[in-house]
């Protein structure tokens, strides 16, 4: 049977996740993988989860099982207004919605904002998920341009004067795929340039409680709150498998988009949900969290050292202080996906730099290095044979 002439035309813009395949090559034996953009299994709490069992079984028993709200587990909403006012967010638990994994308010935002054609702004690199959930609702984008300390507020003014923007998108703390981080000052003239243009911004923040050095940044919602779409994760400070997401909206679109989830999957996980709200109520995260830092935190410092001790001349890391990446900037003419097959040969995979670009033409000379999944060592050895295969592929 023939089947493509069922597909409907949107799905022409539906890609095959970039590194998901990459993953599929760093799958076999002997390949250092630098590339995946997953926490490691180390960092998930698993001598919490008996107890999180028990004292859901005990305290919710078959209401753990139930359809529930398609807003989400009361319980969860409350710890989770409670979350977000210590990142100085107000938010009622009313005013805070649970999602399954932030991945999915995104494809729900695609669904619910984006007519074929709308423009959206978004930094240059940006979070290929990003791209992915709103690529099928065919919207064109908008480069804004970065530089270390990740968007430029005087881009993002001159875009929205320019162009009829219908949503702005960024990562600004701890940025994937840069890893770098926006510093109050711009934070606080982009709230003023989204308020003075009557604009919406989807702040993500699914890394902001991964910092290894300096102080915490506000999030852009606490500096324009009727502006900000806020979204963030437990999956990078508990366990992505459970898919818990959640976010705070202002009040017209939270309820279309509850409105858009009941039309997905009705509700997330009540069991999943149950399991995150005992671990929030019983402060695990506060416990557990600092585990996660004193985790990563060395193997982010090994891969920035190896990387600065042995690239050759002409490669560049941009500075980060917390996150799960690191961005490097090769030399002038670097082609990133031929560096990438010669690394693989030497055995070692990262993602090359392009595929975070909404413009194909961009990135080629640039690469992403994950340090969640690998110790210390392990880096080392990884960034010894990327400097090998860079030396070889320039002679």
């Known amino acids: 049977m023939e089947y493509q002439s069922f597909l409907a035309d949107r799905t022409r813009l539906m890609q095959t996740n970039a590194i998901r395949e990459i993953l599929k090559v760093v799958s076999k034996p002997g390949i250092i993988s630098l590339a995946g953009g997953i926490p490691s299994p180390q960092s998930f709490p698993m001598d919490l989860f008996k107890v999180l069992v028990e004292k859901v079984m005990t305290k919710y028993q078959s209401r753990a099982f139930q359809y529930d709200l398609t807003e989400g587990f009361v319980p969860l909403r409350e710890q989770v207004s409670i979350l977000l006012s210590r990142r100085g967010i107000i938010a009622s638990p009313e005013e805070v919605n649970i999602t399954s994994g932030s991945q999915g308010l995104l494809d729900a935002m695609g669904k619910l904002l984006i007519n074929k054609g709308d423009k959206i702004a978004m930094e240059s690199p940006t979070y290929l998920g990003a791209i992915s959930a ?103 400070v508990f366990a992505p498998g459970l898919r818990i997401g959640f976010y705070a909206a202002p009040a017209f679109l939270r309820q279309w988009l509850v409105l858009v989830k009941q039309g997905v999957d009705l509700h997330t996980s009540t069991f999943n949900q149950a399991l995150a709200a005992e671990y929030l109520e019983g402060q695990y995260l506060d416990t557990h969290l600092p585990k996660i830092i004193d985790l ?56 090359p730099g392009r595929f975070f670009y909404t413009d194909p033409l961009q990135g080629k000379g640039t690469m992403r290095l994950n340090y969640t999944m690998a110790d210390e060592a392990t880096i080392e050895t990884g960034v010894e044979k990327l400097a090998r295969a860079a030396g070889q592929l320039t002679g």
């Open 134 to 236: 709103f690529n099928p609702y065919e919207p064109e984008y908008v480069a804004m341009e970065t530089d270390d300390l990740g968007l430029i507020p005087e881009s993002l003014d001159e875009t929205l004067a320019k162009y009829s923007i219908k949503l702005i998108y960024l990562v600004p703390t701890f940025q994937n795929p840069t890893g770098r981080t926006l510093p109050l000052e711009r934070r606080e003239k982009i709230a003023a340039i989204i308020q003075k243009h009557n604009a919406l911004l989807v702040e993500d923040d699914p890394y902001s409680s991964l910092r290894y050095q300096g102080e915490p940044v506000p999030a852009i919602k606490t500096l324009a709150p009727e502006n900000v779409i806020y979204l963030s994760t437990l999956s990078k």
């Open 296 to 351: 990563y935190r060395p193997r982010q410092k090994a891969m920035q050292v190896a990387l600065e001790k042995m690239m050759p001349q002409g490669y560049v890391c941009t500075p980060s202080q917390g996150g799960m990446f690191l961005w490097v900037t090769g030399p002038e003419g670097l082609d990133d996906l031929a560096l990438y097959e010669k690394a693989v040969e030497n055995g070692v995979a990262f993602v």
